[in-house]
């Protein structure tokens, strides 16, 4: 157990040391891009407080490529760049926290490891409960009002639903990453 916790440690500065290289930057902010044209258009608001998104799909290579630092990066650069470019509502610092959690959480479980099925859906899961469904419902319960709470039924059965959707694109994208070739440089 000790050995699992210490080489999810390493993660972090090893991420870290990736943003050194310009083609890293790069790399990210291309990535960033990608995010934000799926957030803009890969995206079903429902109401105000509910939508489905597949933008996420553009975070895991980032974290897949240059680890959990870098994706908590491009995570909170989108949420702050979602906003300033068509928000939905005020601007809640929690839902970047939000971003870049999602982003640390694909790095632990993707940065430098075999990328096998498990730990892909095991990543979106941790996601969809922690982020998603539980932080993410607070911070709309601190922003809204008590009455948001009401809504966490309805935002669980709507992260079950898209769960196995996200799971298959989420594997196609990770499998298609790891067959494009890069040059040490990059990694």
Not at 32 to 40: D, F, N
Request: charged letters at 10%.
């Amino acid at each position: 157990m000790h050995s699992v916790f210490s080489r999810l440690l390493r993660k972090f500065p090893e991420s870290a040391h990736t943003l050194r290289r310009t083609q890293t930057l790069t790399t990210v902010g291309l990535f960033l891009a990608i995010q934000m044209v799926l957030s803009s258009y890969g995206t079903i608001q429902v109401n105000d407080s509910l939508k489905i998104s597949l933008a996420h799909l553009a975070l895991a290579p980032t974290a897949m490529l240059f680890g959990p630092v870098a994706a908590a990066l491009q995570g909170a650069m989108s949420d702050i760049l979602g906003f300033l470019l068509k928000p939905t509502g005020p601007y809640f610092p929690g839902f970047t926290i939000s971003a870049a959690l999602g982003g640390v959480i694909y790095g632990l479980f993707l940065f430098e490891s075999d990328r096998k099925l498990w730990q892909i859906v095991l990543a979106r899961a941790v996601i969809m409960v922690l982020v998603n469904i539980m932080l993410n419902t607070l911070f709309l319960t601190m922003l809204y009002g008590p009455s948001q709470a009401a809504l966490l039924p309805v935002r669980a059965l709507k992260n079950a639903m898209q769960f196995p959707i996200d799971c298959l694109l989420l594997t196609a994208v990770c499998r298609t990453v790891q067959r494009i070739p890069m040059t040490a440089d990059v990694r």
